[in-house]
């Protein structure tokens, strides 16, 4: 996180001049193929996450406590969807195919950093622990109604990020990379002569 802050923060801040643009047809391109390759590998991330809200909505009873776990599985679909959001936003900013490129190369390592140290991590039985698949056995979830308050409203909010998840995040978002330059375009600068 401190990272993609500082990748912003120098090219958005920094720079006196920021704008997003699509000067040609060669840009437009490589910058939807990287949003595809990066959107591909950054929807585990968010899956993860939904999958653990799930679990954890429909077996509270395996927890000792559910916050915690709760507040994790949102860090990790959080994580995801923010992840996305800078690679499209960074990516829209990008104004030639090497610069699309060597940002896509770029956020490519700054993704894989938590597996990274994740992986470096050794004798560790919490890690050990978390390498297990999540097993979602034969038994009858808790109805809808005879669930807590807390555990109704995890229940809704996986229900409307799982719908978010499924018809829109999973399908368009790297479409999205080139709707942006239409949103957010660059001021048109005229000259003395007339001319932009």
């Known amino acids: 996180m401190t990272l993609i802050a500082l ?22 391109i490589c910058r939807f193929i990287a949003s595809v390759l990066l959107h591909m590998e950054l929807i585990e ?4 996450g939904l999958n653990m809200m799930h679990f954890l909505n429909t077996y509270p009873h395996k927890f000792r406590r559910t916050l915690i776990p709760f507040l994790i599985s949102c860090m990790q679909t959080a994580g995801g969807f923010l992840a996305e959001c800078t690679n499209l936003f960074m990516l829209s900013s990008r104004s030639s195919t090497q610069d699309c490129i060597t940002f896509f190369v770029a956020f490519h390592v700054l993704t894989a950093i ?4 994740a992986e ?7 890690l050990e622990a978390v390498e297990d698949p999540l097993v979602y056995e034969d038994l009858q979830p808790k109805p809808f109604l005879k ?10 909010l996986w229900k409307i990020l799982n719908f978010f998840y499924n018809s829109i995040y999973y399908y ?19 000259t003395s002569d007339g001319t932009h």
């Open 7 to 28: 990748i912003i923060k120098a090219v958005v801040f920094d720079k006196g001049t920021f704008s997003i643009t699509t000067p040609n047809v060669e840009v437009y």
């Open 45 to 48: 991330d968010v899956k993860q």
């Open 114 to 117: 938590d597996n990274i140290y």
């Open 120 to 126: 470096s991590v050794s004798s560790l039985e919490l």
């Open 147 to 156: 669930r807590s308050m807390k555990h109704k409203m995890i229940r809704l």
């Open 172 to 190: 368009f978002t790297p479409f999205f990379v080139n709707f942006l330059p239409y949103f957010f375009a660059a001021p048109t600068v005229t």
